[in-house]
């Protein structure tokens, strides 16, 4: 991928936070995406969340794998350690990350065509071995890299670029999450930032699998055929010298919600989503009450957003292995191999 670094030039009066770091200190590449994607707030939100809660950025691991959404890590935290695994391979990265370094703060993130097609299979089991995983989920409905074919995550009657309708089911990742047994999940919308920073902050304090969903609008792919305005169109009737593509500018889409409101937010392509935050006497440690309440907010067409579910006594998979404080990575090797006597024994029980 294309990484164009910042300045590091800071401005002497930008605030600091308790261990003496600006903002600027936790941010990454400039970014490549398309201008207004809701990628690049989430960003953004990452960035202030972490900023806030003074993390050290040397202590943190950032992992993705293919996608617009695999870009994200690229553009915070450059000091921090990074992966960028293979399609939908990232939670199996996370999982050794997390056995060979229990100390390390770490963050995934993913799109809805890397978790919930090619990777579905590996975010199940991220999410049954309770890894110590903030994963966000940067959800767009489009595979953005591939010019906007229905993801997973698309909803039934949605059109494509093309104007095409999609007659297939969605996954909802959050019903997804509760059904797997997730011990955080959350939801929100790249444009409350207001909303977004606290979740983030909650699910990198949670001590176990913290699952965010974020709805985050594509700004490319929301021309339909039939546009004479569109970029199919366009191509259709001109000569190219180069094959080359232009995205006009767009502005970041921003709401703000009070718990218990509804709120419809307009977005580029003129449709509509409806957003409902969880209402101040909501009970995040009822998993059957949180599904039901998704489920009830989709009757409505509404997107329930905030912290949907959170388990009381989570523990995660360094727990339930009962693996040691110290790092696995800094141990001797004679002691994680403990040679072939012992290998021999071991297999001797399943003979």
């Not at 399609?87 to 770490?106: D, E, F, S, V």
């Not at 965010?212 to 339909?224: A, G, K, L, M, Y």
């Not at 040691?324 to 002691?335: N, R, V």
Request: charged share 20%; glycine share 8%; aromatic share 8%.
């Amino acid at each position: 991928m294309t990484y164009i670094a910042k300045p590091k030039v800071h401005h002497p009066s930008l605030q600091r936070n308790e261990i003496g770091l600006t903002r600027r200190d936790y941010e990454g590449a400039i970014t490549t995406l398309c201008a207004g994607c809701g990628h690049d707030s989430i960003t953004a939100a990452i960035i202030q969340a972490f900023w806030d809660l003074s993390i050290p950025p040397h202590t943190v691991a950032k992992l993705s794998g293919i996608g617009c959404s695999s870009k994200t890590p690229a553009y915070f935290l450059r000091e921090a350690h990074g992966f960028n695994s293979v399609h939908g391979r990232m939670p199996a990265i996370a999982t050794g990350a997390a056995a060979a370094n229990a100390g390390l703060m770490m963050i995934g993130v993913s799109g809805d065509g890397d978790s919930l097609s090619i990777g579905l299979g590996q975010l199940s089991h991220a999410v049954r071995r309770n890894i110590n995983l903030l994963y966000v989920l940067e959800n767009n409905g489009v595979y953005g890299l591939t010019k906007g074919q229905f993801s997973a995550s698309a909803d039934p009657g949605s059109t494509s670029k093309k104007g095409e309708v999609n007659s297939m089911e969605a996954i909802d990742s959050v019903l997804l999450a509760l059904t797997l047994g997730a011990t955080f999940v959350a939801r929100s919308f790249s444009g409350d930032k207001a909303q977004l920073v606290p979740l983030l902050k909650a699910g990198l304090t949670h001590k176990g699998f913290a699952f965010i969903d974020v709805i985050s609008p594509c700004v490319t792919f929301n021309d339909h055929e039939g546009s004479t305005k569109s970029y199919a169109y366009t191509r259709e009737h001109q000569v190219e010298v180069v094959h080359a593509d232009f995205v006009p500018l767009r502005e970041e889409i921003t709401a703000e919600q009070e718990a218990g409101s509804m709120k419809r937010v307009q977005l580029h392509d003129g449709s509509w989503v409806q957003l409902r935050a969880v209402a101040h006497d909501y009970d995040p440690t009822d998993r059957d009450r949180a599904y039901a309440a998704i489920r009830e907010r989709q009757r409505e067409r509404e997107v329930l957003t905030g912290l949907l579910y959170i388990s009381p006594d989570s523990r995660d998979m360094a727990a339930q292995n009962e693996l040691p404080d110290d790092a696995l990575a800094t141990w001797p090797f004679e002691q994680l191999c403990p040679g072939n006597a012992e290998l021999q024994k071991l297999q001797a029980r399943f003979r």
